[in-house]
């Protein structure tokens, strides 16, 4: 079964053809360019994921000659599967109901929708082996947002519908504000691609009009300084910059990381210490990207934790990167093709 499994997220789409034959799920060789998802005021439209969609349907198919009839869409947000509807999702300026099933049904295909998180998780999961799979596991992915999937005896909780956001966690009342969820000092503005790159353009403004600019030029990471004052948005300047810059050691991201893994760790231990999981798994392209991120927090959330919980907890780096979206969906959509779905995920 070939299934075509599209990533939205703030600022571009991307997509992958995913062969799943029985239980195993492989990524296709074939590429399909990424989509920009950003209208002209650098936000996303709504009114763009259809036609992102449409456009990876009609790119496979003509491309690659694939009669292609099923497609999986994971993306952040309040996701209702059964519907084909995203409820909420702040990171896609999206606030009331967007049903995509009905959107695309002049393309004559089966869409199903799931939540980026989610469909991680059932891919770590499902590559634990079922010998090996946990009843109780979270999985957070720290990227261009954050977002989390609690699973509690089997099941993915939600609580009353709007429970496992772990981004809104207010983890400093004093931080700065989070237009997103109008909130002041969240995870996800400490925590984020997005939330890190606007506090390192701050600071490096202050940096460059301190120092006297021969000084600033001789620096190793000047040329990300000059990323920094180039980028008309935050999400502009990449993962892989920063990277660079980290390794280089520029203390201004050397502070900004180590300050992230903090909040970033202080949120886990919250989970530790209320749900004493057996397993978290922690993912995304932050945490791909940036080698110390997971390992400051990891040691962040055992110093917040308690002794006996942090000891029953294993907390793990996720192990497929950001391909476990794409496989992840595309397992999930095998499942229910085949009426098929493992108890983790009902």
């Not at 074939?30 to 439209?45: F, N, Y």
């Not at 009843?135 to 957070?140: G, K, M, N, Q, T």
């Not at 969906?329 to 995920?345: C, M, N, P, Y």
């Amino acid at each position: 079964m070939v299934t075509l499994v599209i990533r939205l997220e703030s600022d571009a789409a991307t997509a992958r053809l995913v062969d799943v034959d029985g239980d195993i799920a492989a990524i296709r060789r074939e590429k399909l360019a990424p989509k920009d998802m950003r209208g002209s005021a650098g936000i996303v439209d709504p009114h763009r994921i259809t036609e992102v969609i449409t456009s990876f349907v009609n790119q496979a198919r003509s491309t690659f000659a694939i009669p292609l009839t099923v497609v999986a869409v994971t993306c952040p947000g309040t996701i209702d599967p059964a519907h084909q509807t995203i409820m909420k999702s702040s990171r896609l300026s999206i606030l009331q109901p967007l049903n995509c099933g009905e959107l695309v049904r002049a393309q004559n295909i089966k869409l199903y929708l799931f939540n980026d998180a989610i469909s991680m998780a059932q891919a770590e999961l499902h590559r634990l082996g079922v010998d090996h799979m946990p009843s109780d596991a979270v999985f957070i992915v720290v990227g261009q947002g954050v977002g989390s999937a609690i699973y509690l005896d089997n099941k993915l909780y939600v609580g009353a519908g709007a429970g496992g956001h772990i981004g809104r966690i207010v983890v400093n009342p004093a931080g700065p504000m989070s237009h997103r969820f109008n909130l002041s000092g969240t995870l996800e503005a400490y925590t984020s691609h997005e939330s890190l790159v606007q506090r390192l353009i701050g600071e490096n403004k202050d940096d460059a009009e301190k120092t006297p600019e021969t000084e600033f030029r001789a620096k190793a990471y000047f040329r990300f300084r000059q990323i920094l004052q180039a980028a008309k948005r935050p999400l502009d300047v990449g993962i892989h910059e920063m990277a660079s810059a980290l390794a280089e050691g520029d203390p201004l991201v050397v502070e900004a990381v180590d300050d992230a893994a903090k909040y970033l760790g202080q949120a886990i231990s919250y989970i530790i210490t209320l749900l004493n999981p057996s397993l978290i798994v922690v993912g995304g392209e932050l945490i791909d990207g940036l080698p110390s991120y997971f390992e400051r927090a990891s040691i962040f959330a055992k110093r917040y934790s308690s002794r006996l919980g942090w000891e029953k907890t294993k907390l793990v780096k996720a192990a497929l990167g950001l391909d476990a979206q794409f496989l992840g969906a595309a397992e999930l959509v095998a499942g229910l093709e085949d009426h098929r779905v493992h108890a983790h995920w009902s």
